[in-house]
């Protein structure tokens, strides 16, 4: 199945972009995921082709209007059917993604990205269209949403079965777990008097996987304390869970 990826955007020649080199590049070749890029003038009326105005109630900026984008998204999703692919909006007014998403994207059929611009959408687009989902890539703001909707491509395309060359190494990294990766290292053994950690030059795989594990620890606790306060909720409902599973089991 090919993973169908449509972005709405008033900047088409964006896409795929970066997508096209590399391992992303290899699997559009292949067939393995779709680009379209959709140019959201086409869903203007009038003869200006305008697709935002200024601020309601004032301000700098201007505001994507809402039925311009609304008969874009809706243009779109009229040809999915009852299949009807995810719809995500970018914009740092959105819930941060995560990889947990991705992945539920990435094992699905594809996904719709509207891109923002200027000030962000009008609020009813929203309200009218609750399927679609606002997401943001992190704590900033860009210039647009096409860099984001790249990010969220990339990150999704990565997963694609036969993309990678190995299964594992899309699971054995910095979030999937809920924790930042492990450092990683590699030859040459001495560089600038620093040297690879003895534990794994030791060819003991189960003092090498512990290792790994505190470091992935230590290193979530001290760079993201959000993240390791979610690891360490979401540990101790599983110990108490199990404790109370060995309770029942006990009467």
């Given at each position: 199945?090919?993973?169908?990826?449509t972005v709405?955007?008033?900047?088409?020649?964006?896409?795929?972009?970066?997508?096209?080199?590399?391992?992303?590049?290899?699997?559009?070749?292949?067939?393995?995921?779709?680009?379209?890029?959709?140019?959201?003038?086409?869903?203007?009326?009038?003869?200006?082709?305008?697709?935002?105005?200024?601020?309601?109630?004032g301000?700098?900026?201007?505001?994507?209007?809402?039925?311009?984008?609304?008969?874009?998204v809706?243009?779109?999703?009229?040809?999915?059917?009852?299949?009807?692919?995810?719809a995500?909006?970018?914009?740092?007014?959105?819930?941060?993604?995560?990889?947990?998403?991705?992945?539920?994207?990435?094992?699905?059929?594809?996904?719709?990205?509207?891109?923002?611009?200027?000030?962000?959408?009008?609020?009813?687009?929203?309200?009218?269209?609750?399927?679609?989902?606002?997401?943001?890539?992190?704590?900033?703001?860009?210039?647009?949403?096409?860099?984001?909707?790249?990010?969220?491509?990339?990150?999704?395309?990565?997963?694609?079965?036969?993309?990678?060359?190995?299964?594992?190494?899309?699971?054995?990294?910095?979030?999937e777990?809920?924790?930042?990766?492990?450092?990683?290292?590699?030859?040459p053994?001495?560089?600038?008097?620093?040297?690879?950690?003895?534990?794994?030059?030791?060819?003991?795989?189960?003092?090498?996987?512990?290792?790994?594990?505190?470091?992935?620890?230590?290193?979530?606790?001290?760079?993201?304390?959000?993240?390791?306060?979610?690891?360490?909720?979401?540990?101790?409902?599983?110990?108490?869970?199990?404790?109370?599973?060995?309770?029942?089991?006990d009467?």
């Amino acid at each position: 199945m090919t993973f169908a990826a449509t972005v709405l955007t008033l900047y088409p020649q964006m896409f795929p972009g970066p997508l096209g080199e590399s391992l992303a590049g290899r699997a559009l070749e292949r067939g393995d995921w779709s680009c379209e890029a959709v140019q959201i003038r086409e869903f203007a009326t009038d003869k200006h082709r305008t697709v935002d105005d200024t601020p309601a109630g004032g301000g700098a900026g201007m505001v994507l209007k809402p039925d311009v984008l609304a008969a874009a998204v809706d243009a779109v999703s009229v040809r999915e059917g009852n299949a009807r692919r995810p719809a995500l909006a970018m914009t740092p007014r959105g819930t941060p993604i995560t990889q947990q998403r991705i992945r539920e994207l990435a094992s699905g059929p594809g996904v719709i990205l509207l891109c923002g611009r200027f000030e962000g959408f009008d609020e009813r687009l929203f309200e009218a269209r609750p399927f679609i989902e606002q997401v943001a890539l992190g704590d900033i703001v860009l210039s647009g949403g096409e860099p984001a909707a790249l990010a969220i491509l990339d990150a999704c395309i990565r997963l694609l079965p036969g993309v990678m060359g190995a299964a594992s190494s899309g699971v054995d990294e910095s979030f999937e777990s809920g924790l930042l990766e492990y450092p990683q290292y590699t030859r040459p053994q001495e560089w600038e008097g620093r040297t690879i950690p003895e534990v794994l030059r030791s060819g003991d795989h189960a003092k090498i996987a512990a290792w790994r594990h505190a470091r992935s620890e230590d290193d979530t606790r001290l760079r993201r304390p959000d993240l390791w306060g979610r690891y360490s909720d979401a540990r101790a409902r599983s110990a108490s869970g199990a404790r109370q599973t060995d309770e029942d089991q006990d009467q």
